[in-house]
Structure formats: structure tokens, C-alpha cells
């Protein structure tokens, strides 16, 4: 069977895409092959690392990469954007017309405040943005729509 693959795209790459790429390996990683990537990629933010091991997600390896190194490159059955910049400056070129989704998620790496305010903004992202991978694996599977 061969999987589908998902493109996550966020501004920098440094939080949204990073988490959603993780969640989706995890709970589907037989089903799809999950990427991730920035239209201006930073590095990931260290409240990323910390909030994701709270879940049991070690980002290990996990680095941000511009969306530039897929261009022409890639082939993704899902371009999904998680971040409204990125839904407006989205690529239109992506080789094998994939499905586009976006999904609207702040940026946790401009919470302002105390750490412990940031981490509740970080984890209320993550939460959020697990739950919509849990939503989107219920899709149906391309090709086995009766």
C-alpha cells in the first residue's frame, strides 16, 4: 500500500509544522508520510522541544526546512497550511495538484508574558493541533471512497 504524503506549512517552521509533522508520524505513520516546512524557516523554538516531550515526542533530528527544498521536487497528496501567513503566500506549484487545507493556528513563538504564561500558550497549540490530525485521519483514505 503506498502512502499518502503531507506537507505541513507554517511561516517558520519553528512550531506549528514541527508538531503536526510529529503527530501525524505517530499516529499514522503506515497511512502517510508527514514532511514540514517554512516559507521563512527559523529554528525550532525551545518551547517546542519542551511542550512536545510533555507529550511523549522527543523532536530529535526534527529540523526547519524551507519549503523551497520540495518545489519541483515532491510529490504530496495534502499541502496543509497551519498558519494564516502561510495560507496567503502559499506556493501554487506543487507538482500533482495536491489537496489544500488550511488550518488557522496562532503562533506560539509570539506569546509574550512570563515563561509559564508562554508554555500555556505552546501546550494550548500542540492541543489543538493534535486534535486536528486526530479529525483529519478520519477522512476517508484517497482511493477507497465507495
Sequence with gaps: MSRDSVLFLCTGSSARSQMAEAFLRELAGDRYE??????DPRPIHPLTYRVMREVGFHLGGHTSKSVRNFLGRCHFGYVIT????????????????????????PD?????????????????????????????????????EV
Excluded: M
Design 34 to 39: 508527514a514532511y514540514s516546512a517554512g516559507l
Design 82 to 105: 497551519v498558519c494564516d501567513q502561510a495560507e496567503k503566500n502559499c506556493p501554487t506549484t506543487f507538482p500533482g495538484h495536491p489537496v489544500r487545507l488550511h488550518w488557522s493556528f
Design 108 to 144: 506560539p513563538s509570539g506569546a509574550a508574558g512570563s515563561e509559564a504564561g508562554r508554555l500555556a500558550v505552546f501546550r494550548d497549540v500542540r492541543d489543538a493541533i493534535r486534535a486536528q490530525v486526530v479529525r483529519f485521519l478520519e477522512i476517508p483514505v484517497r482511493g477507497s
